[in-house]
């Protein structure tokens, strides 16, 4: 059966969205564009007690920084299945859930939360597992050991219940999985599941289930602490008869800390200084601050690479892909079955990449921000500021590095790389810069290459080595000791910058 491929992003709104989460969602949209099929997104609110406000619009935005948005879903546009946000749903799950009772694969318990815990301390201290099975459920109280007249006196006289899944008794569930090949659980490691509560809200296996079937789910692919649940959504399908439209599944590999012990976390992040969440995000109850890759500077299209790269390999050497190639290239094959190690390293030469690719344009709205933040945004016209970007750009790797990197070819050095002054200048030096300045002022044309020829002329007639003198040439008009090439900078700053900052170093170091 050729299906028409729809994946899906399925996020719980219980916080910010981790990178893994992006991540998953990556892949999904990756699926999807190379398979000429459709992504969506829907939110999976049904545990109403982890709604953290906020959460739903940070997913959102996220994804559209990112640049992978859905065709259909909350915040995307409405598709034919519309609603996508669970609790908006909430009344189409009752006659799923109904149907399962009917034909036995589910049954009310009426159980209280006392006796529960009596049960489940009971089994503890017969040293078995403590869970609502096959064998306990004979035991509690629901439909299947009350009568149908109690359940039923029960049920009108709204009495609190749950819906659970009747288990099989030790079955083999086999599926295959798209990454890890054939997976096996056997029942008897799992419990009865609930899927309904008498509220009226579904619980996360059931409503997820039920909306990857009626939104027409060709592919399942998600992270990987969702494999224990899928041999209970295999089931369920069995259980409704919709076997035949049965997603495929894929679980993906975690994303490991750097030293490959454990899932990359946000504590990891704060220890090492690195952002585990794509934006920025202010948590509603406590005002802790989590940063987030856009406002730590990198950009998305670095991010989509590197997050690309964390699981998946190309079977080739390529490092850097572009979203296009990205979806030429991605299949799930090649996702890998064990737990990907985040390298902050990676992450940062990622985003170095891209910013040496950014067209000078595309960064000078940066330069500009931070000229109008120093009061000197209109001292430069914009191809002066282009050009500046152009030569910087190689030696940057965030954006915001910008200033810190640029600034001397907007104001004169306020200080100076002073192991480079201590280690070069001596008693020759003043009179080789003077000369260097008295020959430029004689220039007529101010370019790179008539400014070295100067430079050199000189050099050989006070008998200096370029090569010792080259830095402190450097460090005499930018303050610094490495940068883009020095004479395109002098040639950028001009003449009387140039002759100023001569003279100023002339007088500040005279007496070194
Ligand atoms: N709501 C689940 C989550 O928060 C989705 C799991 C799935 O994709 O089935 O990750």
């Known amino acids: 059966m050729d299906r028409r491929v729809r994946v899906r992003f399925a996020p719980s709104p219980t916080g910010p969205l981790h990178i893994g989460g992006v991540r998953t969602a990556l892949y999904n949209y990756l699926f999807a564009k190379k398979h000429g099929g459709d992504f969506l997104i829907r939110i999976e609110d049904t545990d109403q007690t982890r709604f953290v406000q906020g959460a739903e619009e940070y997913i959102i935005e996220s994804l559209k920084w990112v640049g992978i948005p859905p065709v259909e879903g909350v915040g995307f546009g409405d598709g034919k299945h519309a609603p996508y946000r669970q609790s908006d749903r909430k009344p189409m799950y009752r006659q799923y859930v109904m149907q399962l009772i009917e034909n036995g694969h589910a049954y009310y318990a009426f159980d209280t939360a006392e006796e529960l815990e009596g049960m489940r301390e009971r089994l503890k201290a017969s040293n078995v597992d403590a869970k609502y099975d096959a064998i306990t459920r004979t035991t509690m109280k629901n439909s299947l050991t009350l009568s149908e007249d109690e359940v039923q006196k029960r049920l009108e006289s709204g009495d609190a219940y749950v819906v659970r899944f009747k288990l099989p008794r030790k079955e083999e569930v086999k599926f295959h999985d798209e990454i890890r090949g054939w997976v096996s659980f056997n029942t008897s490691q799992l419990d009865d599941k609930v899927l309904f509560k008498s509220d009226g809200m579904p619980t996360y296996h059931l409503a997820n289930v039920v909306d990857d079937y009626l939104m027409e789910i060709s592919h399942v692919i998600r992270g990987e602490e969702w494999l224990p649940s899928a041999p209970l959504h295999v089931l369920l399908y069995r259980a409704f008869g919709w076997e035949e439209q049965m997603p495929k599944f894929a679980h993906l590999p975690l994303i490991l800390k750097p030293e490959g012990n454990g ?29 987030g890759y856009r406002e730590a500077g990198y950009l998305p299209e670095a ?13 080739s050497n390529q490092e850097i892909f572009t979203m296009e190639e990205l979806i030429a290239s991605f299949s799930l094959e090649r996702v890998s079955k064990s737990g990907a190690k985040f390298d902050q390293n990676k992450a940062k030469w990622y985003n170095q990449q891209y910013v040496r690719k950014l067209e000078d344009s595309a960064l000078l709205p940066f330069l500009q921000t931070v000229l109008a933040e120093n009061g000197l945004n209109t001292n430069f016209d ?9 030569l910087v750009k190689e030696k940057m790797s965030f954006t915001k590095e910008i200033w810190g990197i640029s600034s001397y070819f907007f104001v004169d ?22 000369d260097i300045e008295l020959g430029l002022d004689t220039l007529s044309s101010h370019e790179a290459s008539a400014i070295e020829e100067v430079y050199n002329e000189n050099l050989n007639k006070h008998g200096i080595a370029g090569k010792d003198f080259l830095q402190l040439f450097r460090v005499c008009l930018t303050g610094v000791a490495g940068g883009p090439p020095l004479f395109e900078i002098a040639a950028l700053i001009g003449k009387e910058a140039v002759s100023r900052r001569i003279a100023h170093a002339i007088q500040e170091f005279n007496n070194i």
């Open 263 to 291: 899932k990359l976390s946000k504590r990891d992040g704060d220890r090492l200084g690195f952002p585990v969440f794509p934006l920025n995000w202010v948590d509603p109850n406590t005002g802790e601050m989590s940063s």
């Open 303 to 315: 991010v989509v690479n590197l997050l690309a790269m964390l699981g998946w390999n190309p079977g």
């Open 382 to 390: 914009e191809n002066y500021c282009l050009k500046v970007c152009g």
């Open 413 to 434: 050095p306020a200080s100076y790389d002073l192991a480079v002054i201590q280690k070069r200048w001596n008693e020759k030096i003043p009179a080789l810069l003077k």
